[in-house]
């Protein structure tokens, strides 16, 4: 039987005074403090789009964020409109970080622009996609791909947006595999400080872990990237077929995403409630803990839903050198010119970028464009460079092995 938590009447009517007050949490972030890496007065907030609400504008607008619509969320390669897609994920968070945001008197509106912009970085196929494109970017620069570095660069760099700092760390620092029962924000003291920690992570990966959101507001994000996909992949899991007979252990916060994500949203909010953390109590991180590994040892690493890893790994690997060597051999007629850099060129982006685009070194050049195709985009792209290639991807539709009685 469902199981739903509700809140204390004590912290009910602590909230319940603060909204009719209208007094935010002492531990906000405050419009006035927001920072941009340019002093372009197109961007001074006003009094009816203050600085966060123009970073959320500007994410909407961003032209890579039409692209969630068609990327893996966990579920590659079916053709049906009931499994999540990264687009409804980016709500999904979302909604519940601004849900939570609000119960704790925190800004909204930085909270939504973090939440929209935290996943435009990454590639198709999901998190598959995003491990292969990491192995060629290694073994050709060095450096490691993730789709949080990657989102930050699309949003700071490939399309110089000129958002807050507070909106590119929260989204450098949004990491939702890493669970913690406390999130307590690290200071941030400016865009140089910002850079030498991404620069660092690109460097090693490992760096990543030690992101810490440097306010509130990053850190609800962060936790709500948990708490969206945590029972909502279990659903997709069972729309999928695949999984439609698995029975899901309750460890504690319920089963289904419904019980899921209410229980974790109310024990965050008793306990974090006027302070200056997120904090989940013990029996509560413990379930998350379980629930986590539930979902990896029945979906994410399960035979029955993988992906065709290695296919896709061969078909990357083959459009990565293809593009590379197109790029040095300056075959204009390529998708890479055609596509991507000409895309990027557009005259309003071009004036405000720091480095032009086309003499970036050209294996990013490539990782960009790899990481901005949504799945469907990959495929074609694939076979239109490879037409005599034997790889295919075979999309499952919506009546394959289903017969009528």
Known sequence: MAHYEELSPEVSARIGERLAARLPSPYAAKDEDALRRLNNPHDAANVWRPAYIRDADKILNCPYYNRYSDKTQVFSLYKNDDITRRGLHVQLVSRIARTLGRALGLNGELI?????????????????????????????????????????????????????????????????????????????ADFAAFDAAI??????????????????????????????YLGKDRHDAQKSKTLA??????????????EIVNNLMVNLIENSFSQPYLRLDGRHFAALRLAKQDNYRLIYRSDS???????????????????????????????????????????????????????TEKNQIVIDYIASMTDDYFVDLYAYLFPKSSLKLTYVGYFDGRREP
Do not use: W
């Open 112 to 188: 939504e622009a973090i939440a929209l912009g935290h996943d435009i970085g990454h590639t198709p196929f999901g998190h598959t996609g995003e491990r292969f494109l990491d192995e060629l970017s290694r073994s050709h620069t060095g450096l490691c791909f993730a789709h949080n570095l990657q989102s930050v660069r699309v949003l700071d760099e490939i399309f110089p947006l000129n958002l807050t700092l507070q909106t590119l760390d929260g989204i450098a620092a949004h990491n939702g595999e890493l669970e913690m029962d406390e999130y307590r924000p690290a200071p941030l």
């Open 199 to 228: 620069n660092a992570c690109r460097r090693d990966a490992e760096n990543i872990k030690k992101l810490v959101p440097s306010t509130l507001e990053g850190c609800v994000v962060r936790i709500a990237d948990i708490i969206a």
């Open 245 to 258: 007979d698995t029975a899901f252990e309750d460890t504690g916060i319920g089963t289904i995403n419904a």
């Open 305 to 359: 839903v993988q992906n065709p890893d290695e296919t896709i790994r061969t078909m990357m690997a083959q459009l990565y050198e293809k593009l590379l060597g197109d790029l040095r051999t300056g075959r204009t007629s390529s998708p890479v010119f055609t596509h991507h850099i000409g895309y990027l060129e557009k005259p309003y982006y071009a004036k405000h970028r720091r480095l032009p685009y086309p003499e």
